[in-house]
């Protein structure tokens, strides 16, 4: 039975990260979703908040199956513990390659016992990012085409604030 982790900010989950776990699910007899920290970035929700958006964001296109779970710490000590074969990450642009070739490296040279699969992005969804996503609906832009309608209210609140 292979097991993977797919692990992320999502702040917020947006259908790019929607379709990977999708995809992922048809590799993986085992899909764990991990909301973790990002210390290089800063984050508009909670890791609770983000949790709670992956959980109703997941619900809402019918993917009930998923586990999520969230993890404060290194991604290594959570792929150990959990002793997943495989970390599974999105890759859009050439702009990713660089960070994810550090990340995986790194994580390798720590853990060696999973492997790092990338799937790369749908065309659909390769210009969108959580990033963009705040921006456009932070100065009143339609954001329904990449996000939940679950997301799209969380983020009416959150920037109404
Ligand atoms: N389609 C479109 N966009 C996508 C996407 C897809 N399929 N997959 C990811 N993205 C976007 C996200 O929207 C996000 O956009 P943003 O940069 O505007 O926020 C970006 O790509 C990547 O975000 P995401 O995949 O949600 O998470 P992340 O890259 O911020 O997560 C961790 C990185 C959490 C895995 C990493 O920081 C980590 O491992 N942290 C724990 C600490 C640790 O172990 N550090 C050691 C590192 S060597």
């Known amino acids: 039975m292979t097991k993977a982790l797919y692990p992320g900010s999502f702040d917020p989950i947006t259908y790019g990260h929607i379709d990977i776990i999708k995809r992922a699910q048809k590799l993986f007899d085992r899909l764990i979703v991990a909301v973790m920290r990002n210390p290089d970035k800063p984050m508009l929700f909670t890791l609770e908040e983000r949790h709670r958006l992956v959980v109703e964001a997941l619900r809402e296109v019918g993917l009930n199956t998923v586990e999520i779970i969230t993890h404060d710490g290194l991604l290594v000590d959570l792929a150990r513990h959990l002793r997943v074969d495989a970390v599974v990450r999105g890759l859009r642009a050439s702009t990713d390659f660089e960070y994810e070739f550090q990340l995986a490296l790194t994580n390798r040279d720590l853990y060696p016992d999973f492997e790092s699969v990338y799937l790369m992005t749908s065309r659909d969804f390769s210009f969108i990012s959580s990033s963009i996503?705040?921006?456009?609906?932070?100065?009143?832009?339609?954001?329904?085409?990449?996000?939940?309608a679950c997301v799209d209210r969380a983020l009416t609140e959150k920037l109404r604030r």
């Not at 996503?133 to 939940?148: H, I, M």
């Open 133 to 148: 996503v705040r921006q456009v609906k932070s100065y009143g832009g339609d954001v329904s085409r990449f996000v939940p």
